[in-house]
């Protein structure tokens, strides 16, 4: 196990959380699946209580903890893309699997998890700064997926 895991709560579901990110993302896979040795307040002896699982080479430990906390955007996955077709697939798979659609390429899975699907031409226009960066940033607050085309165009003013 790594010294540093990012530990994601699930109400139930971790072990088919952690598959899917693993189905859906290179350098992703599911380790070891604990069950817990006893009852406890949302799961019975023998229910899958963690999930070891790495997405895009980051190590996670998923949590079976019951209905609360909820998510928000105060924690996501931000998956890096070097084209459109990239950025679609990932899109594709989050919303096409129980997710939802949101804006400024963030995107919601089925069990809560925020993503962002993050062309790298859209970072590299942010750390280009001004003018250009205002341009793509500006091009981006109107989309929910992003499109890489109108980022480029918007870069070339």
Known sequence: MAK?????WYDKDAEAAARFYAETFPDSAVGRVHRSPSDYPSGKKGDVLLVEFTV???ACVGLNGGPTPKHSE???????TETQ????????AIVGNGGTENVCGWCRDKWGIFWQITPRVLMEA???GGDEA????EAMMQMGKIDVAAIEAARRG
């Open 74 to 80: 105060a924690f996501s996955f931000q998956i890096s």
């Open 134 to 137: 205002r341009r793509a940033f």
């Open 4 to 8: 540093n895991t990012i530990c994601v």
């Open 85 to 92: 077709e990239e950025t679609d697939r990932y899109w594709n």
């Open 126 to 128: 942010m750390a280009a």
């Open 56 to 58: 895009a080479g980051v």
